[in-house]
């Protein structure tokens, strides 16, 4: 793992999700195998594949403060394009630093991650106004998402984190995105840890790559998505959980 530590020009970024977007990171150290984000790369300096550097943006909360002041207020995604809670944070601390700093100006954040080591600024997320919680789960079954995703943490550490945040008045979701094998499985488990659940099918950008990668080239797999997430939708309607299929 390359890891460098640079000054960046902009931390807060206009976004197509939400009104912007936060990335502490350049790189990320999951590097699951589905990633839409591998094509960050082109624009960094780096030779190594994705999933083996990271840039960590050590001036991001000083640059955020500024930029609060120069932007209208609106709701920030952390993270669009990295993991703001990957490894390397519980060492660097970046994400946390700009919670700090959006705590102290009340903007509405939306966090999205697969680390349990959100649970380590829950007293800082308890504080901002208009925050949300969500952990990216894709399927019930640890054996398959130790295939497309090694190097993350397990589905079961990712829900017990959403149940604690939930169960501190944190409004949380799950975003079940890509639908993986076994995704159906999940509603039971995450009934009573969160608000609302996303549902997302694979990113054909690198969906090919994928496919070849694991033999599953056949294009029927777009039917799998759908009846999946038909799935899942019922499931939750069953569950009293608000559910949006987003593909």
């Given at each position: 793992?390359?890891?460098?530590?640079?000054?960046?020009?902009?931390?807060l970024?206009?976004?197509?999700?939400?009104?912007?977007?936060?990335?502490?990171?350049?790189?990320?150290?999951?590097?699951?195998?589905?990633?839409?984000?591998?094509?960050?790369?082109?624009?960094?300096?780096?030779?190594?594949?994705?999933?083996?550097f990271?840039?960590?943006?050590?001036?991001?909360?000083?640059?955020?403060?500024?930029?609060?002041?120069?932007?209208?207020?609106?709701r920030?995604?952390?993270?669009?394009?990295?993991?703001?809670?990957?490894?390397?944070?519980?060492r660097?601390?970046?994400?946390?630093?700009?919670?700090?700093?959006?705590?102290?100006?009340?903007?509405?954040?939306?966090?999205?991650?697969?680390?349990?080591?959100?649970?380590?600024?829950?007293?800082?997320?308890r504080?901002?106004?208009?925050?949300e919680?969500?952990?990216?789960?894709?399927?019930?079954?640890?054996?398959?998402?130790?295939?497309?995703?090694?190097?993350?943490?397990?589905?079961?550490?990712?829900?017990?984190?959403?149940?604690?945040?939930?169960?501190?008045?944190?409004?949380?979701?799950?975003?079940?995105?890509?639908?993986?094998?076994?995704?159906?499985?999940?509603?039971?488990?995450?009934?009573?840890?969160v608000?609302?659940?996303?549902?997302d099918?694979?990113?054909?950008?690198?969906?090919?790559?994928?496919?070849?990668?694991?033999?599953?080239?056949?294009?029927?797999?777009?039917?799998?998505?759908?009846?999946t997430?038909?799935?899942?939708?019922?499931?939750?309607?069953?569950?009293?959980?608000?559910?949006?299929?987003?593909?």
């Amino acid at each position: 793992m390359v890891v460098r530590e640079i000054r960046s020009k902009t931390i807060l970024s206009p976004s197509k999700i939400y009104d912007y977007v936060i990335n502490p990171y350049v790189g990320c150290q999951h590097g699951c195998h589905y990633c839409y984000a591998r094509y960050m790369k082109k624009f960094s300096s780096h030779s190594e594949p994705w999933g083996e550097f990271v840039d960590v943006k050590m001036n991001a909360a000083d640059l955020l403060q500024a930029e609060l002041y120069r932007n209208k207020p609106g709701r920030i995604w952390i993270s669009g394009v990295c993991d703001p809670y990957q490894p390397l944070e519980a060492r660097f601390g970046v994400t946390g630093k700009c919670l700090e700093v959006l705590a102290r100006n009340s903007w509405p954040v939306t966090i999205q991650t697969r680390s349990p080591l959100v649970l380590r600024d829950i007293d800082i997320i308890r504080i901002i106004a208009g925050i949300e919680v969500g952990l990216s789960v894709t399927t019930a079954e640890d054996e398959v998402r130790k295939l497309f995703e090694p190097l993350a943490p397990s589905i079961r550490e990712r829900i017990e984190a959403l149940d604690q945040l939930h169960g501190s008045g944190i409004r949380t979701f799950a975003m079940i995105a890509p639908v993986l094998p076994g995704a159906g499985l999940l509603i039971h488990d995450l009934k009573g840890k969160v608000d609302y659940i996303l549902v997302d099918r694979m990113n054909y950008n690198y969906g090919d790559w994928v496919y070849r990668k694991f033999g599953m080239m056949d294009k029927r797999t777009d039917d799998f998505f759908i009846n999946t997430g038909r799935e899942i939708a019922g499931e939750c309607m069953k569950a009293g959980i608000d559910c949006q299929l987003v593909f």
